[in-house]
């Protein structure tokens, strides 16, 4: 029997192995950082024997609460994931299973390595609407990475999407996928008319640190960058940094960036109504995204979320508030579920990569209804 996290977003300590019935395992933290909460690693054993894991110190996370209801991924080939038997009590995450096979990946959420972010930017610039753009490095001097998808007329409206500010939230490059393959579909009638009247601007993965050193929430240094966007620095948070600047140069009619929630089973929207500049149009506009949405995807839903701002108490630090005063336009973060999605729940897969590549699509048809009135 053997545990390993020594890969690309691994993150376990093993504390005791000595019993299969009863291994001892902890979290890390983000490095420099109180953050903790994903997990990835490895198990391999005996084909026909069953083994149980005790994440120690589960109660001891970042959002405890997220666990319950909760079960962890898992996958034997790490293309197909599904759930397994998890429960909390008592301050520890106890997973069992059964391996059908030698080796299992078990973990928070079904992993997008950085290979795989390499892999779909080389896919995306071989398209010939597509410009691949290096913004700069991050602090461990890794690519900060901007696809450019239009032909750059000016008359046309600028779309902005981010995704993985917190590397844990594997969900969020994996709608970004689906959003782009989708996009760039010459078959797909709604994202030719898109492409029509908007020029994208897409950063897969805002976080290239964090993502494959298995964090959480932050990069290299420790810093939370969905809160960096009044006053970034080249010093804490280059990617933040270098994503303002570039916006600064296109300017923002749409934004939208992708996250995941811990706690919440559910797909919702964090709007930017607590704005300064939150008027009578970005109300309408807010509306009507939001409809729009939910017509396309039955996976999302405007009754559960969080609660808003009250006017004119936004925390300027977050990257779709900063981003809808900055330049008076539509903004939201998109929230998935680390669990299942409690509108559509699925025992065997819970919220998956799948759904969120199908999101991704969505997403896209709701932005067509309302690229008109964006200016």
Request: proline letters at 4%.
């Amino acid at each position: 029997m053997r545990i390993s996290s020594n890969f690309d977003g691994g993150n376990i300590d093993v504390l005791n192995i000595d019993d299969k019935d009863n291994i001892q395992l902890a979290i890390r933290a983000d490095n420099d950082s109180q953050f903790l909460q994903w997990f990835n690693f490895r198990l391999t054993g005996n084909i026909g024997m069953q083994y149980t894991m005790h994440i120690n110190n589960a109660g001891e996370t970042s959002y405890p609460k997220g666990w319950e209801d909760y079960q962890a991924v898992a996958s034997y080939d790490r293309q197909h994931w599904f759930r397994i038997p998890t429960e909390y009590k008592d301050g520890k995450l106890t997973m069992s299973l059964e391996l059908e096979c030698q080796e299992i990946q078990i973990a928070y959420f079904a992993p997008y390595s950085y290979e795989r972010h390499l892999d779909l930017i080389s896919a995306m610039q071989v398209h010939p609407d597509v410009e691949l753009e290096h913004l700069g490095l991050t602090l461990d001097g890794r690519d900060m990475s901007l696809l450019k998808i239009g032909d750059g007329d000016a008359d046309k409206k600028t779309i902005w999407i981010t995704a993985r500010q917190h590397p844990g939230e594997t969900m969020a490059e994996w709608l970004v996928e689906g959003l782009l393959y989708a996009l760039l579909d010459g078959d797909n009638a709604n994202s030719k008319a898109l492409l029509d009247k908007a020029n994208f601007y897409v950063v897969p993965n805002m976080n290239p640190d964090g993502s494959a050193r298995g964090h959480l929430r932050t990069n290299a240094a420790g810093v939370n960058l969905n809160r960096e966007w009044l006053t970034p620095s080249l010093t804490q948070s280059p990617e933040v940094y270098y994503v303002v600047e570039k916006m600064k140069q296109t300017g923002v009619d749409l934004y939208f960036d992708v996250h995941g929630d811990e706690g919440l089973p559910y797909v919702f929207l964090a709007g930017c109504e607590g704005v300064e500049c939150f008027d009578e149009r970005l109300t309408q506009l807010q509306h009507d995204f939001v409809d729009a949405l939910k017509l396309v995807s039955a996976d999302f839903q405007a009754e559960h979320g969080y609660e808003k701002d009250e006017p004119g108490q936004a925390n300027l630090t977050i990257a779709s508030n900063w981003v809808a005063q900055t330049f008076n336009c539509l903004s939201n973060t998109l929230e998935m579920p680390f669990k299942d999605n409690a509108n559509q729940p699925d025992p065997i897969v819970g919220w998956s990569p799948e759904r969120s590549i199908y999101l991704g699509e969505a997403s896209l048809t709701a932005m067509l209804a309302v690229v008109d009135k964006l200016r």
